[in-house]
């Protein structure tokens, strides 16, 4: 069937239900207006700049997330996935005198390869993913303090390119498109990012159907490791260095950008497109309160409630939606 | 009638947004009656069951019990009035005791604490009730669904329910524990308990029923005795006769190649030694009762599961143990027994949820063929009649009977010639069952072989070319066509079961 046989659809009528589903886009888009009423820093070059960076490392981040939880699964390790990725990177550039884009390539190998001791553990050894997950946390955090001794390793100049500008552009903020792209390729358009969500959704009919369950979890943890260790580098090209406590606690983050983004924690829901968003009402949030001028202490309660908030409203709004 | 009702429904309606679910029905419970509500899925049923529980509120008519018009806001309210609802899901906590269920949220305390003996004292003698005497501190979980049921319906008695609705609980029961349930259901009928029953077994009607109310799309169709004939009540349902519930045409079988062979299939402490062969165009039923073994046997073909010894071979070639993805490539479609928990992603579309077997053999380069499984999807919803607004809808949103047929559909995209069909017509609907009974004609007048397991002995019978009976794990005979009947297949399926089989 070609296009030409699909009814033309009144295009202009499905604004309300573009509505109903875009509820976080519509929250970034009033958070911005509010913020931009309210200081005059708001909109300007230097700070959208800022924004953008701000946003790739946790957006990057919770692309990777993003599968998993499709997928019906958790994963609470990314954080020190990505610290033990930069650092290992950091480590084979400095102390195993690897080339520079060797050393960049085998960051991103071991975080995909810690992403799939995860998926090997949930898959194959029945480990539940919050669990696997968060021994991984600590492995990956520990190993992470070992290979460095708790100080900072100077990264690759390849690494710290990552970090730099394209012209007038930000790396972090091309990196993060391109990520942003793949991912939601991969999630959209290929059989493994199909699959995510049948095996989320039921992964008992989605095993007598013939898809292979397994393989699929490790290829979804995996490449939340990749993800994570993607995101790890570009955190460290920032500082030229790779630092032992880098991305503590960037699992909540990436967990409340899916979430809000409209994710399911049940599986066989979410979208990277409404990650991003989660990802930019998160960062956009903490921005608008540092130029406001409130203490950091208030922001994570501010932080706090807006994933409460926004969650409580999708709840709200499938229920009607079913009743 | 001249006596009083227990709860009327009077005249009510309920209108969901724009679609009328309910419109004008009048329903009755009487002490000491039961009172039969029978519809297709969709005719209001669960509507109106819901209005007696207090989840919905009549948009329009009203409710009358003993004789007063009321307002039923909750649950709670209905309760108060000695209303209680077995569902189908039962409400108990399987890891918790029989005597913590039955006195759930009213625990008998002494100084603030739970009393342990009251508590025992109390729920047998709510068990008692109903003449069930089991081991008040056993686990719930680790009791069969019969005997659950009974302890939800101990628990509800013990509240004082008056008006008791059962919300088809026969569906997962074999015909032993259903008897057992009819048997519990007269005792109460004679203490005055008035009873609505919903059941899609016709042949429970005259059974257990007093009176038949009937719905079609909501409205009232008419009440009719329960001796009135199935035939009759199924035209009443269904709005115009059905001339034969199970229009099976047999293929002539003597050239037939074997499509299907089985030998010495064993799983240690599932079944044994189980060998059989289905030619091309053959329908094999396996008949049973629940814990024979069937659905192991049919998941181990299947690939689902693991067994230890014996050979499975689909037109000569053996397949390997547990591989679902080589049974599917060898022409192996399997429609599980739990459509919900087992067979459909049920917020995915229904596009989708027909695709799924042939997602990745129709990937180029990993990608998926989105237009090409659309298409294919479209084809045969349109063939297989799927109801449904578009193609792009929740499958969960669809009747059992439709989302039934899109797991048929699934594997006719996959061009499966070997089915395995799991209780095929469970939770369907009497117009939808002969669709999907046709459908089976279809698929072996194409050459296909279909085995099927299930626990309504009059599909077994109407429906098989040939029987084979399991009884604990084994094959304890084989019937044809000809010889099968009820009778002969209960012999076979029920020798020597003792109550520790009963018991599971």
Known sequence: MSTTTLPTRRRGVDYKKFLANNGALVGLVVLCLALFIATPDFLTGPNLLNIGIQVSTVAVLAFGMTFVIVAGGIDLSVGSVAALSAMSSGWMFASAGLPGWLALVGGLVVGALAGAINGLANAYGKLPSFIAT????????????????GRPIKTAPEVSFLGGNLGPVPMPIVILVIAALAASFLLNRTVIGRSMYAVGGNAEAARLSGLPVKRILVTVFALAGLFAALAGLLLAGRLDSAQPQAAAGYELDAIAAVVIGGASLSGGLGRISGTLVGALVLVVIRNGLNLLNVTSFWQQVVIGLVIALAVGIDVLRRKTRNS | MTQQPLLTLQNVGKVFGSVTVINDVTVSVYPGQVQVLLGENGAGKSTLIKMMAGVYQPDSGHIVVDGNTVTLPNTRAAEALGIATIHQELNLVPSMSIAENVMLGRMPTKHGLVDRRALRQQARAALALIGLDIDVDALVGDLGIARQQLVEIAKALSINARILILDEPTAALTRHETENLFAVM??????????LFISHHLDEIAEVGDTVTVLRDGEFIGEVPASTSEDELVKL????????????????????????????????????????????????????????????????????????????????????KGDIKAAIAAGIGHVPEDRKGQ????????????????LASTAKLGLVDFAGQRRRATEVAKRLRIRMHTIDQPIGALSGGNQQKAVFGRWIIAASTVLLLDEPTRGVDVGAKVEIYELMNTITAAGGAILMVSSELPEILGMSDRILVMRDGRLAGELSSAEATQDAVMTLAARDVDEKHEQR
């Open chain 2, 343 to 358: 067979g459909l992603v049920l917020d995915a579309s229904v596009n989708n949820n027909l695709g799924y077997a042939t």
């Open chain 2, 237 to 320: 349902m269904v709005g115009r006769g059905i001339e034969d519930q199970f229009p099976r045409v047999s293929e002539n079988l003597s050239q037939a190649v074997e499509v299907l062979t089985v030998e010495n299939l064993t799983s240690t402490g599932l079944f044994s030694n189980i060998s059989f062969t289905v030619k091309a165009g053959e329908v094999l039923g396996i008949a049973g009762l629940v814990g024979a073994g069937r659905t192991e046997l049919i998941r181990a073909i299947a690939g689902a599961d693991r067994y230890t010894s014996g050979t499975v071979a689909v037109r000569g070639q053996n397949l390997p």
């Open chain 1, 134 to 149: 968060l021994a991984m946390l600590s492995v990956a955090r520990g190993l992470t303090l070992v290979i460095s001794d």
């Open chain 2, 186 to 195: 007269a005792d109460l009928r004679q203490r005055g308990v008035g009873m």
